[in-house]
C-alpha cells in the first residue's frame, strides 16, 4: 500500500527549502489577502507541505502568531532618535496605522495576543522617538499608553468604516494635540 501526497515528519532537506522565514512570509502574504493570520492548514497548503512539517520550526500556532505579528511590526518606521522628536512620532504613528489597514487582521491579532514581543518593538520605536523629551518612567508609560490606545481606537474605526472617510493622514490634528499636551507635561 502505497501513500499519496505528502510525507509526514521533518522536512527533507531537499525539499522545497522550508524555513522560518519562508513560513512567515507565507503567512503574512496570505494575512495581506485575507485579512486574517492562517490556519496552520492553510498555510501547509499554500507551502505544499504536510501540516506537521510547520510544527518543525515553530513549537505551536502561538510561537507561529508571535513570530509573524514581530516580523509585520518590525516593519515599522524606525524613528532618528536625533531628529525632531514630533516629526519622527509622527511618522512612526503613520506607519503603524498604514501597517493595520494593510494587514486587517492584525490588529485583532495584536490585542488578543499574551505576549509581548510585537508591544516591544512599537515600544522600542516610540523610545527612540522620544529620546529628545525628558520623560520620567510613569509620564513616558503613559503617554505611550495613551498613544497606543488612541491609534488602536484609531485603525479599528478606519477598519469599521464602510466607505474610506476616515484615513491615515486624517491623524495630524488629533496626534498634534497629543503632542503639545505631552510638550507642556513635560515642561511643568
Known sequence: MTVKGKKRGRPAAASVALSKERIIECANALMAKEGKIPSIRKLAANLDVDPMAIYYYFANKQAL???????LVKKLYSP???????????????SYLNLLAQYPGLLETLLGMT????ATVFTERF??????????EKLRNNALSMLADYLHGYALAMSCQAGDE?????????????MQALERMVNS
Request: proline share 8%.
Open 115 to 118: 505576549s509581548h514581543g510585537p
Open 127 to 136: 523610545d527612540l522617538a522620544t529620546a529628545g523629551l525628558p520623560l520620567d
Open 80 to 94: 532618528d532618535p536625533n531628529g525632531d522628536w514630533q516629526q519622527e512620532l509622527a511618522k512612526l504613528c503613520h
Open 166 to 178: 476616515l484615513k491615515v493622514d486624517m491623524l495630524s490634528g488629533p496626534l498634534g494635540f497629543y
Open 65 to 71: 502568531l508571535e513570530a509573524v505579528t514581530v516580523s
